[in-house]
T-cell receptor, first 116, second 109 residues
Framework: GAVVSQHPSWVICKSGTSVKIECRSL??????MFWYRQFPKQSLMLMAT?????????EQGVEKDKFLINHASLTLSTLTVTSAHPEDSSFYIC????????????FGSGTRLTVV | DAKTTQPNSMESNEEEPVHLPCNHS???????IHWYRQLPSQGPEYVIH???SNVNNRMASLAIAEDRKSSTLILHRATLRDAAVYYC??????????FGTGTRLTIIP
C-alpha cells in the first residue's frame, strides 16, 4: 500500500530557531498533502493543505508566515516552523492520498517537536 | 462540515468483538464515512470506509444504518494491538479530513 515517510521523527531546537519537517510520498504522486498538529491528549488539528506547485491553503488561525509550507514536487512537501517558541512544541503529522488506491489517506509517522 | 459524535472511551476484553459506535445525524448524501485509528505516538492509520452498504476488510467491518445517521465499526476479535484512539470522520469527495475527539479503546488482557 501507499507509504508516506516523514522526517525527522523527533527534533529538539532552541527557541528562536527554525525547523524543517519533510513529508514524502513513496511510490505514488501526491498533488495534495495535508499538515496536522496534535497537542498531548488532544485530537489532530488541520493546519494547512499543501498543493503541488502553488501556495498552501491555511486553516483559520494558523499563521502562514510562521508555518511555511513548500510543495515543490509531486512527492515532497515541507513544513518549516520559523522562529520556534516553546508553545510550538507539538506532534506534527502529514498525510497524502494515493489516487490510484480506493482506500483513504495515508499518514506519516509524525514529528515530535520540542522547543527549549 | 457534518459532525460526528463518539463515546470518549470504551473497554473490551481481549479476543472478544468490539463495536464502536458513531452518530452522524447531519450527514449528507455524498459524505463517505471513514474510520481511522491512532496508536500512541504514531500517525493515524486508515481502517475502513463506506457510503451506504456495509463493508468488510481484513481489519474490520463497517455497519452503516439504513438512514446513514449512524455507523458502527466492528473489530471481530480484539487484540492488545487494537488499543488505540478510533476516529469516525465524514468526508466529501477529496476534501480534507477533519478529526473529532474519537474513542479511546482499551483492551483488557
Amino acid at each position: 500500500g501507499a507509504v508516506v515517510s516523514q522526517h525527522p521523527s523527533w527534533v529538539i531546537c532552541k527557541s528562536g530557531t527554525s525547523v524543517k519537517i519533510e513529508c514524502r510520498s513513496l511510490d505514488f504522486q501526491a498533488t495534495t498533502m495535508f499538515w496536522y498538529r496534535q497537542f498531548p491528549k488532544q485530537s489532530l488539528m488541520l493546519m494547512a493543505t499543501s498543493n503541488e506547485g502553488s501556495k498552501a491553503t491555511y486553516e483559520q488561525g494558523v499563521e502562514k508566515d510562521k508555518f511555511l509550507i513548500n510543495h515543490a514536487s509531486l512527492t515532497l512537501s515541507t513544513l518549516t516552523v520559523t522562529s520556534a517558541h516553546p508553545e510550538d512544541s507539538s506532534f506534527y503529522i502529514c498525510s497524502a492520498r494515493d489516487r490510484t488506491e480506493k482506500d483513504g489517506y495515508t499518514f506519516g509517522s509524525g514529528t515530535r517537536l520540542t522547543v527549549v | 462540515d457534518a459532525k460526528t459524535t463518539q463515546p470518549n472511551s470504551m473497554e473490551s476484553n481481549e479476543e472478544e468483538p468490539v463495536h464502536l459506535p458513531c452518530n452522524h445525524s447531519t450527514i449528507s448524501g455524498t459524505d463517505y464515512i471513514h474510520w481511522y485509528r491512532q496508536l500512541p505516538s504514531q500517525g493515524p492509520e486508515y481502517v475502513i470506509h463506506g457510503l451506504t452498504s456495509n463493508v468488510n476488510n481484513r481489519m474490520a467491518s463497517l455497519a452503516i444504518a439504513e438512514d446513514r445517521k449512524s455507523s458502527t465499526l466492528i473489530l471481530h476479535r480484539a487484540t492488545l494491538r487494537d488499543a488505540a484512539v478510533y476516529y469516525c470522520i465524514l468526508r466529501f469527495g477529496n476534501e480534507k479530513l477533519t478529526f473529532g475527539t474519537g474513542t479511546r479503546l482499551t483492551i483488557i488482557p
